[in-house]
């Protein structure tokens, strides 16, 4: 075993959170909570990190939370800014083109092609910073415990000696074949869209220009991907044809030839892996089950065509920290936890099917049947296209913890996600995590600490909100104000046709208030919600 991270060592570790498997989507959860003062423990089956890439890119709102984490300096060692995703068919022509903004609504690049080693590296070396975080190396989980109460895990060695691990909550980040998802018995629905590809990773011993960075050849002769990750490296990825054995395709000899076409040959490049996989979609049926909960590939699979596997993930723990925390701080009742699921299987149900929908397109071998898509895809003006599929800031929530008013439903603009712009404060320039703030936010164009009723804006502070009077460039004076720099927070308070927007952690909007009395309505809405 080997351990990383002061934290508290005993044979029988106690934590708040424990933490099963220590990928990327482990370790933001892992970070986000030990940043927010919790005892937490992190056990992963591997004594090393994995070497090789996986994930090749994340998104803007990504950035984002990574960047709450304080390793956006990093940045540039970790990953690339995308220029473009282009998706052609066998004789070049685009039939669709995304083209991807080097500054999107969440104030970083749209898409970042990244290596993935690097950035669990970053991540680990933050993590080492936290006292009270510690990670538990070289140890399988074997056996999990819900008392009703708490958790116990036994986690055993190669050597077959066993530790007893217990916590509050247990949160299984454990990957595709996660023993947490399987020990506590969730099912799972499988689309059966399912395809063998043949990955190449490859360092390039030359600096090159490729752009689009990334691009997908729709070619039924062998539909193929090319796409950034990270600085000096890229992956190719080819799908075996019918009658094609695996074991035929997964040989160097058939790697090269086929790079070969893009003038990668072993005198300008390193072939740094070749191997076969079979992507998949999936999600499980059920993300919480009493004290245990699920997020990252344990909970759901994806197509690769999105680039959305890592990124689901990790707004999985974005959502699930939060609540995580005002549940251990007894600020809200446990069933908070249900509105997790409740929110996330829609957003990952919709990143599903938008992939499966991109891989119809792509995964096609027969000559006729990619013939009738080019020229429908062309036909009907598919063309280029800006950011992602619901927009510049990411998917809204449809359900969950948002403000119905005295209905049932959202009331718009409850559940999108809010953008991030640069703003000033006490002279400060700055995008607006950086200079306000993360966590709840509230912010108005009149000041929100003046509208408010005292109770309900001592009960929004004790959780940790930040209250924010925003105002326009050269507005004149207002003592305490942050001005919208960016031009982003009051259009949106004007399009919403509101003077305030309450916002969760997770960058989701709560909902919106026109009036001091629609405001404390809307507040005292929030608080019953936490209190279930």
């Given at each position: 075993?080997?351990?990383?991270?002061?934290g508290?060592?005993?044979?029988?570790?106690?934590?708040?959170?424990?933490?099963?498997?220590?990928?990327?989507?482990?370790?933001?959860?892992?970070?986000?909570?030990?940043?927010?003062?919790?005892?937490?423990?992190?056990?992963?089956?591997?004594?090393?990190?994995?070497?090789?890439?996986?994930?090749t890119?994340?998104?803007?709102?990504?950035?984002?939370?990574l960047?709450?984490?304080?390793?956006?300096?990093?940045?540039?060692?970790?990953?690339?800014?995308?220029?473009?995703?282009?998706?052609?068919?066998?004789?070049?022509?685009?039939?669709?083109?995304?083209?991807?903004?080097?500054?999107?609504?969440?104030?970083?690049?749209?898409?970042?092609?990244?290596?993935?080693?690097?950035?669990?590296?970053?991540?680990?070396?933050r993590?080492?910073?936290?006292?009270?975080?510690?990670?538990?190396?070289?140890?399988?989980?074997?056996?999990?415990?819900?008392?009703?109460?708490g958790?116990?895990?036994?986690?055993?060695?190669?050597?077959?000696?066993?530790?007893?691990?217990?916590?509050?909550?247990?949160?299984g980040?454990?990957?595709?074949?996660?023993?947490?998802?399987?020990?506590i018995?969730?099912?799972?629905?499988?689309?059966?869209?399912?395809?063998?590809?043949?990955?190449?990773?490859?360092?390039?011993?030359?600096?090159?220009?490729?752009?689009?960075?990334?691009?997908?050849?729709?070619?039924?002769?062998?539909?193929?991907?090319?796409v950034?990750?990270?600085?000096?490296?890229r992956?190719?990825?080819?799908?075996?044809?019918?009658?094609?054995?695996?074991?035929e395709?997964?040989?160097?000899?058939?790697?090269?030839?086929?790079?070969?076409?893009?003038?990668?040959?072993?005198?300008?490049?390193?072939?740094?892996?070749?191997?076969?996989?079979?992507?998949?979609?999936?999600?499980?049926?059920?993300?919480?089950?009493?004290r245990?909960?699920?997020?990252?590939?344990?909970?759901?699979?994806?197509?690769?065509?999105?680039?959305?596997?890592?990124?689901?993930g990790?707004?999985?723990?974005?959502?699930l920290?939060?609540?995580?925390?005002?549940?251990?701080?007894?600020?809200?009742?446990?069933?908070?936890?249900?509105?997790?699921?409740?929110?996330?299987?829609?957003?990952?149900?919709?990143?599903?099917?938008?992939?499966?929908?991109?891989?119809?397109?792509?995964?096609?071998?027969?000559?006729?049947?990619?013939?009738?898509?080019?020229?429908?895809?062309?036909?009907?003006?598919?063309?280029?296209?800006?950011?992602?599929?619901?927009?510049?800031?990411?998917?809204?929530?449809?359900t969950?913890?948002?403000?119905?008013?005295?209905?049932?439903?959202?009331?718009?603009?409850?559940?999108?996600?809010?953008?991030?712009?640069?703003?000033?404060?006490?002279?400060?320039?700055?995008?607006?995590?950086?200079?306000?703030?993360?966590?709840?936010?509230?912010?108005?164009?009149?000041?929100?600490a003046?509208?408010?009723?005292?109770?309900?804006?001592?009960f929004?502070?004790?959780?940790?909100?930040?209250?924010?009077?925003?105002?326009?460039?050269?507005?004149?004076?207002?003592?305490?104000?942050?001005?919208?720099?960016?031009?982003?927070?009051?259009?949106?308070?004007?399009?919403?046709?509101?003077?305030?927007?309450?916002?969760?952690?997770?960058?989701?909007?709560?909902g919106?208030?026109?009036?001091?009395?629609?405001?404390?309505?809307?507040?005292?809405?929030?608080?019953?919600?936490?209190s279930?």
């Open positions: 075993m080997r351990s990383a991270g002061s508290r060592g005993s044979d029988t570790p106690a934590a708040d959170v424990l933490i099963v498997g220590y990928g990327p989507i482990g370790q933001v959860l892992s970070i986000l909570l030990a940043t927010r003062g919790w005892r937490v423990l992190a056990v992963e089956r591997w004594e090393d990190p994995y070497t090789l890439p996986r994930a890119s994340f998104d803007g709102e990504t950035a984002r939370t960047a709450s984490l304080g390793v956006a300096g990093s940045y540039p060692e970790i990953g690339l800014p995308a220029d473009a995703y282009d998706w052609r068919n066998a004789e070049g022509r685009s039939l669709l083109r995304v083209e991807l903004a080097e500054r999107g609504a969440h104030g970083w690049p749209e898409t970042t092609t990244m290596h993935q080693p690097a950035l669990e590296a970053v991540l680990c070396a993590a080492e910073r936290l006292p009270n975080l510690r990670v538990l190396r070289g140890y399988a989980a074997t056996d999990l415990v819900d008392s009703g109460t958790v116990e895990l036994t986690a055993t060695d190669t050597a077959g000696s066993g530790l007893r691990c217990g916590a509050s909550w247990v949160v980040c454990d990957g595709a074949n996660s023993f947490v998802r399987d020990h018995g969730v099912r799972r629905t499988n689309l059966g869209f399912s395809f063998d590809w043949l990955l190449c990773d490859v360092v390039l011993h030359e600096p090159r220009v490729f752009s689009p960075l990334n691009v997908q050849y729709c070619d039924p002769a062998r539909p193929t991907t090319a950034g990750s990270g600085p000096g490296r992956r190719w990825e080819f799908m075996r044809l019918p009658g094609e054995s695996v074991a395709l997964n040989r160097a000899e058939t790697a090269w030839r086929l790079l070969e076409r893009f003038d990668v040959t072993p005198e300008n490049a390193t072939l740094h892996r070749h191997t076969v996989y079979s992507f998949q979609a999936a999600w499980a049926d059920e993300w919480r089950r009493g245990v909960l699920l997020a990252g590939d344990a909970a759901h699979l994806m197509p690769p065509f999105t680039g959305q596997g890592m990124c689901a990790i707004r999985d723990v974005l959502n920290s939060w609540k995580l925390d005002l549940v251990l701080r007894g600020a809200a009742g446990e069933g908070l936890l249900d509105t997790y699921p409740h929110e996330r299987i829609g957003h990952v149900r919709e990143a599903i099917d938008t992939a499966v929908r991109l891989g119809r397109v792509l995964c096609v071998t027969d000559a006729a049947t990619a013939a009738s898509r080019d020229a429908s895809l062309l036909a009907g003006g598919a063309g280029t296209g800006r950011g992602g599929q619901h927009g510049a800031a990411g998917p809204p929530l449809r969950g913890l948002l403000y119905t008013g005295i209905g049932t439903a959202p009331v718009p603009p409850a559940g999108e996600v809010m953008p991030q712009g640069r703003v000033r404060h006490e002279g400060v320039t700055g995008l607006f995590d950086e200079v306000v703030g993360t966590g709840p936010v509230l912010l108005g164009s009149a000041d929100p003046v509208a408010l009723e005292g109770s309900e804006l001592s929004l502070t004790g959780l940790g909100t930040r209250v924010v009077h925003l105002v326009a460039e050269g507005a004149g004076a207002a003592p305490g104000a942050v001005i919208d720099v960016d031009e982003v927070y009051l259009p949106l308070l004007k399009a919403a046709r509101a003077r305030f927007l309450l916002v969760r952690p997770d960058h989701h909007i709560y919106a208030a026109r009036t001091s009395r629609e405001l404390t309505a809307l507040v005292g809405q929030f608080r019953s919600g936490l279930k």
